[in-house]
DNA sequence: TTCATATACGGAGGGTCCCTCCGTTTATCA
DNA sequence: TGATAAACGGAGGGACCCTCCGTATATGAA
């Protein structure tokens, strides 16, 4: 029983972030649907390769976004040591809606399967949402009802149709909409 | 070149009327994701048969829900009858609520491809939340800039996950945030 | 009623996609 | 410099969407 500590082979790491910038390409290019022949294909790889990296579709699209949603998540410490937590949830929406405007498929992973494939990115999103609001809460800037979860849903309609000409503006104003919204009632 | 006057087969209404009624079943009972083969096989009727009614599955998804949303954009005057425009999109969203929590699978049809042949279904909705965001507009209700487009998109996220225990109660959260953000800036 | 025909039906089959399996190739290390 | 574990490629199975066409049947004129 060796406990092998034989180095894993060079062109296994080359192969799967060759799969993975092929991959985000392909998306990027042809859209969230692209089949996985397509990107094996295009990664000049065999299909078997692909899947013995990613064992379903699902895996390689987590693994596509996890770089992207650790970005954001980065993003939220920042936010909340230079804002008011009610600011710093808003600018960190912005930020998203800039992010899907240039990336168009962050979508596609957003809602993913309630899957334990998007256990890490939906946690990393979650986590930081919740952090969000929790600082906004305790500042009482916002109601105390709402969940990291609800907002997290509610969010997830700014995405649909992010390609559509406009869809940036419109973003933006649901942005504020909500943040409002969160404040409670308003007796105008 | 006779202008055949001859009356539609009887079997052909039969099958389209046992198609949507098999189809809506299936789509609650497995998932909006059915294949078109099980749906055909369900209704005990050739996949031949299936697709002369429905061309493409977005089509048979439309004329499943074309009925369904009828229902909610016949409810639009009657609340605009009887309460200030505000409230009156308060209530048609949770109705809308209501809805999905007991159909579940309106989202499928929701977002669905801005395709012409969601013309119909799509039309009847940004109608009804045009006719009620312009009517709160007009009563200095609500923020001048949003439009029904925006209120839409905002309003898919609402149904990711309506599958979900607890979904209803973060729902009717949701719609208040909302209607509360519509009204603008809360100085708190 | 009967029969010609327009109409509708059934399902085989083609194309694509996801994923598995296994024979072949190659990087590692004794 | 091999021996061998590790990785690769791609044929092929199964599911799905959709098309096509031979078969069956409802309709309406005779």
């Known amino acids: ?18 799969l993975l910038d ?3 390409a392909a998306f990027e290019a042809v859209g969230p ?3 996985l022949d397509e990107i094996a294909r295009r990664a000049e ?5 692909l899947y013995r990296h990613f064992p379903t579709r699902d895996a390689l699209v987590e693994a596509v976004y996890r770089r992207e949603v650790e970005a ?3 993003a939220v410490d920042s936010l909340l040591t230079a804002h008011r937590p009610a600011d710093a949830l808003r600018r960190w929406m912005l930020l998203l809606v800039d992010y899907v405007a240039a990336k168009k498929l962050i979508a596609a992973a957003w809602a993913g399967p309630a899957d334990a494939l998007y256990a890490v990115s939906g946690r990393l999103i979650t986590d930081s949402i919740d952090r969000l609001v929790s600082a906004a809460r305790t500042a009482g800037d916002i109601r105390a009802d709402i969940e990291a979860h609800d907002l997290k849903r509610l969010m997830g309609g700014f995405f649909a ?3 559509e000409p406009g869809w940036t503006d419109s973003a933006r104003r649901l942005v504020d ?3 409002d919204g969160l404040k ?3 007796p105008r």
């Open 22 to 24: 092929t991959a985000r």
């Open 1 to 18: 029983m060796p406990v092998s500590a034989r180095k894993p082979r060079a062109d296994r790491q080359r192969n799967r972030e060759l």
């Open 72 to 74: 954001l998540a980065a």
């Open 33 to 35: 649907d692209v089949s």
């Open 161 to 163: 149709g992010a390609a």
């Open 184 to 186: 409670g009632p308003n």
């Open 45 to 49: 790889v065999g299909i078997g390769t």
């Open 177 to 179: 909409v909500v943040v």
